[in-house]
């Protein structure tokens, strides 16, 4: 997942639970289990940290409907697919127009008094919410009749769908996503919620925009306070992502151990959160505590930037140290992930080295996509610097070598599994969880689907395969110790007995019933 930052900052850190027939937010006000002075400290586990990159973005999917002599390629999203078809690889987009639109299409589609919206001379009807599930629900398209009748017949023609894309028949693709778009809806069911953004990323694909939309969709502006809080409810409500982090910082606490001097490594420390928790952690932890020196990799692309990059983050996180009475030390180097040397990380003898690899390394291309392969590069760049540790979270799926109908269906399946998560905590006409949608999981989505070559960056790869990389870059697992297992055992049951944690191969896996979506792991 593509994150921008954390909103532990920004939110109380109540979890959700179960919501109640009487209670329709799903908020608990229950806090957390206590623990004993042995255990890690609660605020470690309650300021998770925001992971690899996926919120701040902007998209809005509709049950809108559409009639017989429609541009097959207008999105409801408010694009004009078509447009793109002469110059697929354009991308020369006015990002601050893009985002308006959208905007604006946001507050069309979510206003139920609004009838129809105009952007750039183009009507797009309001959404209708979409009829019972178990309704049958059927359409005429080009003397066809197309029939949805439930959520498996729905799963079903957007599979299909999803073929013929990949067959390249549009024109029967667009017959088939007109059906569809009537049966969808941001505000259903999660099989309606997770097939109408589905749809919009088949639109994207057949116009070959699956760039320019991702791109539009991109925040380059510093996050706001929405965002973060959208980011901050998908931690509290779909807690794998948040025991992905608690599994990676508890074994760096215990490599910590014995050292006087460590040295930390991250690839993607985002607003840091992660280092907040682990330094409130350590500072209350007994005998003597390390010297910590933080090394944080700043994209320079990064979403941070216009407001002073890892500089700012690094102050905080001295500032807070400080307070804690730790030795610790920041330093920020301004470089993509790919172009970093060894030089550049200035690593000095008598230290322990740590690498933090959290919701990074699937953003970077391997064998499959340039000789170069620069996944594989990197992680034998570390193991040469001899770390004591390294950390890698990662989402448990194929979207990186899997062909496009498999990767469509690994998507959907994945996807699916964390919006009947979210269907288990938040009311499906709750504004927070329409946020989580939209701003966390809508561009994934898009890029996955949509986007090809190097375009496609979201390349997730299941725990296998992740495993078979670090062993062949000379790393051994070590496994994550069964105290932080205990820990985060305890805490997964408030949430739902459907959450389920296992470990394999050393590996903690995270998952909604029997579907893991994180993954967490420790090697040497």
Known sequence: MSLVGSAALFRSPEPYSLKDDNDSSGLSTSGFYSYSSDSYDPKYFLDSPSSSDVLGHQIQSSSSQHSSGENPFQSSLGFDYASELDSPRNIDYDEDKLNLKLQELEKALLDDNAATMEIDGNFLDSPKESSSSDSNLSSTTSGKEMVISGPLSRKHMLFECAAVVHNGDFKRASSMISVLRQHVSIQGDPSERIAAYMVEALVARIA??????????????????????AMQVLFEVCPCFRFGFMAANGAILEAFRDEKRVHIVDFDVNQGSQYYTLLQTLANTSGDRPHVRLTGVDDPESVQRPVGGLKIIGQRLELLAKQLHLSFEFKAVPAETALVSPSVLDCRPGEALVVNFAFQLHHLPDESVSTVNLRDQLL????????????????????????????????????????????????????????????????????????????????????????????????????????VRSEIEKLIQQYSERYKVKEEKGALHFGWEEKTLIVSSAWR
């Open 208 to 229: 070959a925009s699956g760039r320019g939309l991702y791109r539009a969709l991109k925040c380059k502006e510093a996050p706001s306070s929405d965002r973060l809080s």
């Open 380 to 483: 034998r760049m570390i193991k040469g610097l001899k770390p004591k540790l390294v950390t890698v979270v990662e989402q448990d799926m194929n979207t990186n070598t899997s062909p496009f109908p498999q990767r469509f269906a690994e998507a959907y399946n994945y996807y699916s599994a964390v919006f009947e998560s979210l269907d288990a905590t938040l009311a499906r006409e709750s504004q927070d969880r329409m946020n989580v949608e939209k701003h966390c999981l809508a561009r994934d989505i898009i890029n996955v689907v949509a986007c090809e070559g190097e375009e496609r960056i979201e390349r997730y790869e299941v725990a296998g395969k992740w495993r078979s990389r670090m062993t062949m870059a000379g790393f051994t697992a070590c496994g994550i110790s069964w105290n």
